[in-house]
């Protein structure tokens, strides 16, 4: 039998994956991150004490968990540091925190040319969080990243970082940035080979062997479907698939061995950054949902964007990522609103559209068309089981 869990977003992210992740980690054996890098931020809250992690899966405060790093993730070792420390230092233990050696790494010329290329984009500028994650995922599709492995084999590694800056030190210099030299990157290498260590492992072949043999897995989904580099509101999407199908590249495991699949939502839409979102609220409702739920971004800090529930993207998240469950979080946000909408439909031109259309990113005049729910008073934050709810939020739920 197939032990393996999924959780994914099913919006623009910062839908509450944390939260979930955290409560299964502690019934599996490994939980594994697939894509991405800390451009994610995952907020989760043990015992009253707030943990905010970008780079780390939310399931490393569970200690009988394996946590592996995929190889589809890129790693920037210092901010693996930094977490790793801060936790260490609130009395965690570290020792099942892995990193798979084809993972491809952060370095701070990646970071450099982020900052600057957005900036060059001015009023066209994409909203990527300057992490580096573009980069090195460019880097990774041109064959001239660095990986982990690399770390080890220091003869190659010179060689690589010599090609790579030949062609980085010219665009950085376009871009009136500092450049780097071959002996400084090196040497920032070597301090990463020094914090990874033993933590270096051959994640796709552990992996499998534990789904092979029983063992039950998790795996981690960042960011969301709606910023898939090919699914999502392209050119304002990530780097990488945030999707179920994202795992059998990002881990190196078969589709065969993907069960369990968990979309998570929130009752309502949230955005940060540049893009189309069809549902957004400028308006007091938008307001008073952001400062109920408390609406920042966990890697910026910025202010998300406020809409309405939008079902004609969550069918289509649920239908590219094969959804098994839907987790709906953060209804308690929407008490005491009168009225509620979510969306079932878009006219664009005349055209009334039920599927989520490719080319809306490019739309500017779309007409929401949305289905109204009556509200309710109560408020419902410490509420455990469905049948306490009151029956407007039912309603509200079962449509969806």
């Not at 592996?68 to 925190?97: M, N, P, S, W, Y």
């Not at 990530?238 to 369990?260: L, Q």
Request: proline share 2%; hydrophobic share 40%; charged share 25%.
């Amino acid at each position: 039998m197939v032990n393996t869990y999924v959780v994914v977003g099913t919006q623009w992210g910062d839908e509450g994956k944390g939260k979930i992740i955290d409560v299964l980690g502690g019934k599996v054996d490994y939980v594994v991150r697939f894509q991405g890098g800390n451009n994610a931020g995952h907020t989760v809250i043990v015992n009253g004490d707030k943990f905010i992690l970008h780079l780390l899966p939310s399931g490393v405060l569970h200690q009988n968990a394996q946590c592996i790093i995929g190889a589809g993730v890129v790693v920037d070792v210092a901010v693996l540091k930094e977490e790793l420390t801060a936790l260490e230092k609130r009395g965690f233990d570290t020792g099942h925190v892995f990193v798979d050696h084809r993972a491809h790494l952060i370095m701070p010329y990646h970071i450099a040319e982020d900052i600057a290329r957005e900036k060059a984009r001015g009023i066209y500028k994409i909203g990527t969080t300057k992490r580096g994650i573009g980069p090195t995922y460019m880097d990774k599709i041109s064959r001239v990243g660095i990986r982990v492995a690399d770390l080890f084999d220091g003869a190659t590694l010179l060689q690589k970082i010599e090609l790579i800056l030949a062609e980085k030190n010219p665009l950085l210099k376009q871009f009136d940035c500092d450049v780097f030299s071959k002996e400084e990157i090196y040497a920032i290498a070597m301090q990463y080979k020094a914090i990874l260590g033993n933590r270096v492992i051959d994640g796709t072949i552990i992996v499998n062997k534990a789904i092979d043999s029983g063992k039950k897995v998790m795996f981690e989904g960042a960011q969301a479907i709606m910023l898939d580099i090919d699914h999502g509101t392209y050119p304002y999407v990530t780097s990488s698939s945030p999707t179920a199908g994202g795992i059998c590249a990002g881990v190196g495991v078969s589709p065969a061995k993907i069960k369990n699949i968990l979309g998570v939502s929130k009752a309502y839409t949230t955005r940060v950054g540049e893009g189309v979102f069809p549902t957004e609220l400028d308006n007091e409702i938008g307001n008073r949902i952001g400062e109920v739920g408390y609406e920042f971004g966990a890697t910026t800090g910025r202010k998300r964007r406020i809409g309405w529930l939008d079902l004609v993207a969550l069918k289509y998240a649920a239908m590219i990522n094969g959804l098994d469950y839907l987790v709906i979080t953060k209804i308690d946000v929407l008490s005491k609103i009168e009225f509620l909408d979510i969306a079932i439909g878009y006219e664009i031109e005349g055209v009334t559209y039920e599927d989520y259309p490719s080319w809306i990113n490019q739309q500017t005049n779309i007409k929401v068309l949305y289905k109204r729910f009556n509200g309710w008073d109560e408020d419902i934050t410490s509420i455990r089981t469905y049948d306490a709810l009151p029956e407007n939020a039912k309603t509200y739920l079962e449509f969806i």
